[in-house]
């Protein structure tokens, strides 16, 4: 195997902390929305307006979460603006998950995840709008993973952080044994999210967000999403093989970044997914000191590397990739860092090639994934 190219990416400040918790939850400059489709009505929220043809950007959260508490940290982030400038931004809550949401009568049928996922489109097309570019977690991740696999034509790119492509495993028993065999939602979900490390260390972040699941989110609704989530569906895709079945096997068709911490409960579902995927369009990060949130805890890290994913697909200038340039030049020179070896070492048995490439590193003879340590 060819030797990896790791990219050094910096990070310039936590965003998260009892100060500024309560602001980086908040929207600024949106509008809200609530849109009906064939399977119920979803909440909305748009930030700035659609650039001509350009795809937006469209997030979707994980469970005990919603698109505030997900996302709105990281798209309030500085160096954020920079892309924001180029891309309108739609966050999708999933149904009964958005703040103030009231309780769904008696006897409602949550959607399932395959239904989740269809009301993408009606989404797209309430807004006027011809594509986009998603960032999923967890459950999220999967939802806008099932979309693409429906609708290719409506995904350009996809940031998937904490994906598990599986049915409910043995990953998720783990995670639901890690709570303590309890039968509290809130325990149960920030097992899903953190590991035994990151619950026991980062104590003001686990407060952050115990508070908020058990005080924000509708626990009835909740558990409806809990219970749709834990009842996916295998995604049932499979990596691409040149001269056996590049052109029948079932997998994602656009540029895929994956992302996870690596004390994440998520790790091995991630590196299974990447097992799955068009090594020619993946590439695998893998955050060191991060656990169940990267989005939150290394936002720095994780808009370094959405530039360089949304550069690659054509839609940012270099000209304004400023400190991107600083990074490359650095990198040039951390290659062979003794972080770089351990995080390389630590997971390199699935393969890489890569969307959204730094310039000088040349990958179309690697017929593997591109995996970035950082």
């Known amino acids: 195997m060819d030797e990896l190219q790791d990219v050094q990416l910096t990070e310039i400040?936590?965003?998260?902390?009892d100060k500024n918790a309560a602001r980086n939850f908040q929207d600024f400059d949106c509008q809200e929305h609530d849109i009906e489709t064939a399977f119920g009505v979803v909440h909305v929220t748009m930030r700035g307006t659609p650039k001509g043809n350009r795809p937006v950007i469209l997030t979707y959260h994980?469970?005990?979460l919603n698109h505030k508490s997900?996302?709105?940290?990281f798209f309030n982030f500085e160096d954020m603006q920079e892309i924001t400038q180029h891309f309108a931004v739609c966050h999708v809550d999933a149904p009964g998950?958005?703040?103030g949401a009231p309780p769904f009568p008696s006897g409602y049928q949550y959607p399932g995840m395959d239904e989740l996922a269809e009301m993408l489109p009606a989404v797209l097309t309430h807004l006027n709008l011809k594509s986009f570019i998603g960032i999923g977690l967890g459950a999220g991740a999967y939802v806008l993973s099932r979309c693409a696999l429906s609708h290719p034509d409506l995904v350009e790119g996809l940031v998937l952080i904490n994906v598990d492509p599986c049915a409910k495993g043995w990953i998720d028993w783990a995670a639901s044994k890690l709570a303590g065999w309890t039968n509290n939602i809130v325990d149960i979900v920030?097992?899903?999210?953190f590991g035994s490390e990151e619950l026991q260390a980062n104590l003001d972040l686990i407060q952050t967000y115990r508070l908020h699941i058990a005080q924000d989110?509708?626990?009835?609704?909740?558990?409806?999403?809990?219970?749709?989530?834990?009842?996916?569906k295998d995604l049932e895709i499979e990596r691409p093989v040149l001269g056996m079945n590049e052109n029948t096997a079932k997998t994602l068709k656009c540029p895929v970044l994956l992302v996870v911490g690596d004390t994440s409960p998520a790790v091995e579902a991630v590196v299974e997914c990447n097992s799955r995927l068009d090594p020619t369009k993946t590439t695998l990060l893998k955050m060191a000191d991060c656990g169940g949130l990267p989005q939150v805890v290394q936002?720095?890290?994780?808009?370094e590397a959405f530039k360089y994913f949304v550069q690659g697909m054509g839609y940012m200038p270099a000209a304004s990739m400023t400190r991107l340039v600083r990074s490359r030049t650095h990198s040039s020179s951390s290659t062979h860092s003794g972080e770089s070896v351990r995080s390389r070492s630590?997971?390199?048995?699935?393969?890489?090639g890569s969307a959204g490439t730094p310039e000088g590193i040349d990958l179309q003879d690697a017929p593997q994934t591109m995996e970035v340590s950082c």
């Open 346 to 352: 630590h997971i390199s048995s699935h393969g890489e």
């Open 70 to 73: 997900c996302f709105n940290a």
């Open 299 to 303: 936002p720095g890290k994780l808009t």
């Open 62 to 64: 994980d469970i005990g």
């Open 217 to 232: 989110i509708n626990q009835d609704n909740l558990q409806l999403f809990l219970t749709s989530y834990n009842s996916r």
């Open 97 to 99: 998950q958005q703040e």
């Open 190 to 193: 920030l097992a899903h999210h």
């Open 13 to 17: 400040k936590p965003l998260l902390n």
